[in-house]
Every structure is written in C-alpha cells, then in structure tokens.
C-alpha cells in the first residue's frame, strides 16, 4: 500500500500542475482557453497527461523516502513518460515537469526519513546531496533532449544541470517572485504570472532556445524583464500588457516551457510549505494557503 504521506505529497504536485495550466492568460503557453504556440496540444491533452502521471509522482515520494538510488527514479521516470505518450497520443506535454517534480517530490520524501519532517528551503540541499551527481551524469547511448541540444549548440545550461545543483533559479527566482504576489495580497493569478514572468526574464529557458535559437531567448527574456520592470502583475494595465505579449509570442512561435515548469514546481513548493502535517509526525493539519484553495 502506497504510504499515505506519499499520496499526499502527490497530490500536491498534480494540484500544482493543475495551477500553472489553469493560469490564463500565459505567454506561448497552453491555457483553458488558448493553445499558445502550440498546434498539437490544448487544455485536454494536458488535463489527460496529468491525471496519467499522477501516480508517478507520489511513487517518487515513496522513493524518495525508501533512500532508493537516481536509477530507480529514472525508470520510474520513464514508465510516467510512456503513460503520458499514451494519454497524449504521442504528445509531449510534460516530459520536463515529470523530471523536474519527480525529482522535487523525491526529495520531499526523503526528508520524511528525519523526525522534523520537510523543510522546503532545505530542499535544493537533500536533491543536490542525495543524487546529484548521477543526474550530472549522462549515460552511454543517452538519447539528447532539446535541453541537450540547446546546451551542445548554444551553450545553455539545461534542466539536468538546474537538478544537478538543486534547481537554483527555482529557488532563487521563481518561488521567491510567487511567495512575493502572495504576500502582496496579489491572489493567486496576478501572483503565478509575476512568478512566470520573473522567470522568463532570467532564466535560459531551452524551450525558447529550441524555438527561436539565441534571438528568440534574448527577444523573450527582454520582452518579460519590460514588463515586469513596469509593475509587473501589479499595474493597472497588466493584463492589456500582457495580452499583447501572448500575440508577440504566438507570432514568434516561443513558449517558454521549461519556465512553465519552474512556476508548477514553485506552486508545489508552497503547498509543501502549507503542508503542517508533513513538518513531523503529527495529526493531519493544513494551513490556509492562497494558492491552491
């Protein structure tokens, strides 16, 4: 029987997964009501995905706890991105979000080995320490990604190397930006695009780079540092601004997936750190969270 604290911590990556899709509107992202750049996928083939790679994610928390090594998380991994082909029709909708949150809710779980239950600052440390180094590495007859393309062409720092040293623009930028709208009274929509935007600005996002090439990163990441350098989501005319920005996107063909997949991850986060009852062992308990609620 799946442990209980597993299902939950789970469950708060599929809501955090559900957050960043309902978010709307988005820059070349798929949303309820639009689908972006994008021409082979929509709002129901990513609602499919996500209810086929549920079960993975709290599998990886249940890893994560058991201390089991990155080669049992990579193949759990990989029976997730066959579930999500299935569920898609071949579509790729969350290949990077199936890394990046089954890494983070492996991480989660680990930290349920130590009577203080999770620590969400702490958590880049546990995912850098623990297992690191094996996903630095690439194995013989490893198949590229975009993100190795990006990096082999045009020097990009991909999603493997963000892991490998604990995801620090996740930490450093994408979850600070979202607890910053939060704690501004903001909500949660004006606050997952703030985030968003905050990490369009900063990050080499390989989706953007894969697309567009270094001028569509260099275009987008100028395009968002604008917006957000003029009151971000807290001016009066944001969403005219930002309406503007989902054509100028669309146009160019950019979607900055891998930023899309930061922002779901920082939505897991502050789950996480809502989750009282994952902080030790104690009776379930949950605070009142902005986000998801």
């Known amino acids: 029987m799946t442990d209980p604290r597993a299902r939950a911590i789970g469950a708060m990556a599929i809501r955090a997964l559900h957050a960043e899709l309902a978010l709307d509107p988005k820059p070349g992202l ?16 990513f609602a499919a995905s996500i209810a086929a790679i549920g079960p993975y994610l709290a599998d990886c928390a249940r890893l994560g706890r058991a201390d089991a090594d990155f080669t049992a998380l990579q193949q759990r991994g990989l029976r997730a991105e066959r579930a999500m082909f299935a569920a898609t029709g071949g579509v790729n909708t969350h290949k990077g979000a199936i890394f990046s949150l089954g890494l983070l809710c492996a991480a989660a779980g680990r930290q349920l080995r130590r009577p203080g ?19 630095g590495a690439r194995p013989p007859g ?87 350098r003029n009151g971000s989501a807290f001016s009066h005319d944001w969403l005219a601004r930002l309406r503007y920005l989902c054509g100028a996107f669309e146009e160019r063909r950019l979607s900055p997936g891998g930023s899309a997949d930061l922002l779901a991850a920082a939505w897991f986060l502050q789950e996480l750190r809502c989750e009282r009852s994952l902080r030790a062992d104690k009776p379930q308990q949950r605070e009142s969270s902005p986000a998801l609620s």
């Open 30 to 45: 798929v949303t309820p009501y639009s689908r972006g750049s994008h021409r082979d996928m929509d709002h129901a083939t």
């Open 117 to 135: 239950g999770i620590d969400v600052p702490a958590l880049a440390a546990e995912l850098r320490e623990r297992w690191g180094a094996a996903i």
């Open 142 to 228: 490893h198949t590229p990604t975009h993100g190795d393309i990006a990096r082999i062409d045009h020097g990009i720092v991909g999603a493997r190397e963000q892991a490998a040293a604990g995801f620090p623009a996740l930490f450093s930028v994408t979850y600070p930006a979202l607890c910053a709208g939060l704690q501004r009274g903001a909500g949660p929509e004006r606050a997952g695009i703030h985030a968003l935007m905050c990490t369009i600005a900063v990050v080499a996002d390989t989706n953007l780079a894969f697309r567009g090439g270094p001028a569509g990163l260099a275009w987008a990441q100028q395009a968002a540092e604008t917006f957000v």
